[in-house]
């Protein structure tokens, strides 16, 4: 699974990707179970960008010329790495065959380490910023999920509304915290943020299946221009143009594009209702202004720079939508 670097761009300089282990850092039981899960020994390996998990990700050439991906962390490096990967690797493995996603060979498990075996993907990350025609080629896939998704299939993950209760509730959280140092944009429309952000439970509800973490680092294009999506373990049941709505911010982050234009002649967002696309940017505008002001989580030292970075696009961008005075 190749996942070339991307081009450089000052959004690296805020933490487009975390601090990985090698390959050597994984313990030898773990390597060897691989080898074995694989059926021949590794010949080489090749460290990976991208993601936020502190685990290794390596792309391995196999003795007999095979090629094969995998990625590998344990409890020390974050406590929630190794659950994150068992997720992964269910949701993975269930997904229907029209989902463009890489293959689950195997899944090791010791209890501690874990490390998921995938089919190798020829293929590389989008470049940032965005180009057209890579941007289009991700949008009308995502386009195409949207219907063949609706209703979603018989997978084992938790709706929309579920898993993000309590990102909608980040402002809240905050000022029951006592927190008052919002950007000027929170504090000047403070009330309506909240309303839009408890609304949005409701807006983001669907039955169509979303990956629901769609940014760059989460897709690779193959030589021929088609599209894999991969690393699915926050995937859940809602509303059809959610993971389109997370392209365009990750779009955004970057710049060079007119997203409002992109949202009229994208046709799962041109369809929706615009108070629900409010409601969910209310939602992410919450959520990351409750984010980056926590902690860094153990062996992920730049997520709350990069969490920091979307919510200050996101912010005028509703902004903008709603006819605030920026």
């Not at 990625?71 to 190794?82: D, E, F, I, W, Y």
């Not at 938790?158 to 402002?171: I, Q």
Request: hydrophobic share 50%.
């Amino acid at each position: 699974m190749r996942r070339d670097a991307a081009p450089w761009h000052p959004a690296a300089m805020v933490g487009v990707q975390g601090t990985r282990i090698g390959w050597t850092d994984v313990p030898e039981h773990v390597r060897e179970a691989v080898a074995q899960i694989l059926g021949a020994p590794i010949a080489a390996h090749e460290p990976q960008g991208g993601g936020f998990s502190p685990g290794a990700a390596e792309r391995l050439v196999l003795a007999d010329g095979r090629r094969a991906f995998v990625k590998a962390g344990n409890l020390a490096l974050n406590v929630h790495t190794p659950g994150m990967y068992r997720r992964e690797a269910q949701i993975t493995a269930a997904l229907p065959p029209q989902v463009p996603a890489t293959h689950l060979i195997d899944c090791y498990d010791d209890g501690d380490w874990v490390a998921l075996v995938l089919a190798d993907v020829d293929g590389r990350h989008p470049h940032v910023p965005w180009v057209r025609h890579e941007l289009d080629a991700v949008l009308a896939t995502l386009g195409q999920l949207a219907v063949e998704l609706t209703p979603a299939p018989d997978l084992d993950v938790p709706t929309a509304r579920a898993a993000l209760e309590l990102d909608a509730a980040g402002f809240r959280r905050l000022l029951d915290a006592g927190v008052d140092d919002f950007e000027p944009l929170v504090t000047d429309h403070l009330p309506e943020l909240l309303q839009l952000a408890e609304d949005s439970l409701e807006a983001i509800s669907g039955d169509t299946l979303v990956h629901m973490d769609i940014r760059a680092d989460n897709l690779l294009v193959r030589p021929d221009g088609t599209v894999v999506l991969v690393d699915w373990p926050h995937a859940c049941i809602g509303a059809a143009w959610l993971d389109s709505l997370l392209l365009l911010l990750n779009v955004a982050v970057y710049g060079g594009h007119d997203i409002d234009a992109l949202m009229a002649s994208t046709p799962v967002l041109a369809k929706a209702d615009p108070a629900a696309i409010d409601a969910a940017l209310a939602l992410l505008a919450s959520y990351f202004s409750h984010a980056w002001r926590q902690p860094p989580p153990p062996g992920l030292p730049t997520v709350r720079d990069w969490q920091k970075l979307q919510g200050d696009v996101v912010l005028p961008w509703l902004a903008r939508r709603r006819g605030w005075a920026t």
